[in-house]
């Protein structure tokens, strides 16, 4: 077995050798501190089982430097490796073309784990991604259910816009306006106009058919 280990880090690739050489008995063990040299070790061994390719380095621009890997070799499995594990940027990296993205704050035993996981043909995707992209799924589909006049509220919400500006701009009075701002945090399941806010742009972000 052999796997390509991609970081500007010393020591993160320490321990990153230390977790693959459970693996296998035989685990040969290459690496990369930048995109062009993970390219150059991927072409000169091209029965390359795995590359571990982390999101910020040198040479590896976000995820347009997984989707340059990839197009270099497309049938190389590549699995990021990131710091980042919000979980639009999971998202972005299996959109990428990865098989897997795996946190840097995961445990070494977790680390293996995703790393079987991929080497048998599967894909890994983290826990807290999965929760995260359940919790949206549900709020979108909360949100499905606001009248024309409490997602026209919600906007104005979003763009900043006080109780009163909001009166102004629909010609509510301002206890219409608080009961549509109610039926709004129950409905998308947030405690005040912030959370308002920042769902609706997740919302807007994450529109029908995006998904």
């Known amino acids: 077995m052999k796997l390509l280990i ?3 880090h010393a020591v993160f690739r320490a321990g990153l050798r230390t977790i693959a050489v459970e693996l296998a008995a035989d685990v040969e063990l290459l690496e990369a501190e930048d995109g062009e040299a993970a390219i150059a070790l991927a072409d000169a061994h091209p029965d390359l089982d795995l ?12 995820h347009a430097g997984v989707r340059r890997f990839r197009k270099a070799h497309p049938s190389l499995p590549v699995v990021v490796v990131s710091a980042d594990e919000d979980a639009e940027t999971v998202r972005a990296s299996l959109d990428a073309g990865a098989a ?3 946190p840097k704050s995961s445990t070494g035993d977790q680390m293996l784990a995703a790393l ?8 890994f995707v983290p826990r807290s991604a999965l929760l995260a992209s359940t919790d949206a ?3 979108r589909s909360r949100a499905d259910g606001l009248t024309v006049r409490q997602r026209e509220v919600l906007s104005l919400v979003a763009r900043g816009l006080t109780n009163k500006e909001i009166c102004g701009v629909l010609g509510l009075a301002e206890g ?3 009961s549509h701002l109610a039926a709004v945090f129950e409905a998308l399941e947030v405690r005040n106009r912030t959370e308002a806010a920042v769902a609706a742009r997740e919302l807007d972000r994450r529109a029908p058919g995006e998904d």
């Open 6 to 8: 991609c970081d500007d």
């Open 100 to 102: 897997g993205h795996i």
């Open 51 to 62: 590359a571990l390719l982390d999101l910020r380095m040198p040479g590896v621009n976000g």
């Open 116 to 123: 079987r996981l991929v080497l048998a043909g599967g894909t």
């Open 137 to 139: 799924s549900r709020r």
């Open 176 to 178: 219409t306006v608080k």
